[in-house]
């Protein structure tokens, strides 16, 4: 098992599978000292090991855990599977549809940059407005819910008729199931699970923003992937060669390949037109996206 979990992690463009890896493992380590702190009496230990996953609303106790800005996004509440399960299966089907067009990179920025904006959304409401200042009587927010809502809004930005098939409702385009979703949250923003569906407008907010800059060229998640980039090479064997003889030719290639004309844009809306957007090759999926950022 751990062997096919480290296939699976290690895959190229795979970021999705990354990101829920990491849930996983996360849920299961916390799991297990749960249940032994539980049955040997230790609960006010596991607590503190727990609240290092958990963001407090109130601003003054965050600070003395400012850390757990992002990894309560990777911890899932213990005593409902369905946290866990739903957001999860989220990540896989909009994270899949998203890597296909934009690639594992940006996947995991965005993730990233959607838990850092519903963590700060859920802090200024939570210490600016009288109503849910009065409400901040709770220990903290766990959940990746807030960063996968980032990743369902970005993937309907960039393909809102995109089309998924639902059990009971066939197919549906992705722009209205990521509508009911910030619908659902925006009208339990006052109920028992305020704190989280205040994260979730957050997280699909900077989804929307994120994939719309990207249409305008501005990639707001670059500085992730530099920072994410440095810690892998830390742990990368150095090589003393250096291989430059296929540069020209792999430019030469890719630009050919990402710059389109205007007769290759038509043909591919032509295409769209007669056969769907499903129909289309990667290729031609790439060249349509840059030419929407012109």
Partial sequence: MLEEFKNAFNRPNNGHIQLIVINIVVFIVLGVLFVFARIGGFESYFQIIHNQFSIPPVFANFITRPWTIITYSFAHSLTDIFHILFNMLA??????????????DKLIALYILGALAAATFYLIIFNTVPFFKAQADFSGMVGASGAVYAIMVGAA??????????LFFGPVRIKYI???????SF?????ANSGGNIAHLGGALMGFVYVKQLQAGVNWG??????????????????????????????????ATSKASQAEIDAIL??????????????????????SKK
């Fill in 178 to 184: 990521a509508g009911v979703y910030i619908l659902i």
């Fill in 157 to 166: 930005t960039l393909l809102p008729d995109y089309t998924f098939l639902l």
């Fill in 270 to 291: 032509d295409k769209i037109s007669d056969r769907g957007y499903e129909s289309l090759s990667k290729d031609e999926k790439e060249k349509l996206f840059n030419a």
């Fill in 91 to 104: 990540l896989y089907w909009f994270g899949k549809l998203f890597i296909e067009y934009l690639g594992s």
């Fill in 222 to 255: 670059g500085w992730i992937t530099a920072v994410l980039d440095w810690f892998k090479n830390l742990f990368k064997p150095q090589t003393k060669v250096k291989v430059t003889y296929r540069k020209t030719e792999a430019k030469t290639k890719a630009s």
């Fill in 187 to 191: 009208l339990g923003s006052v109920g």
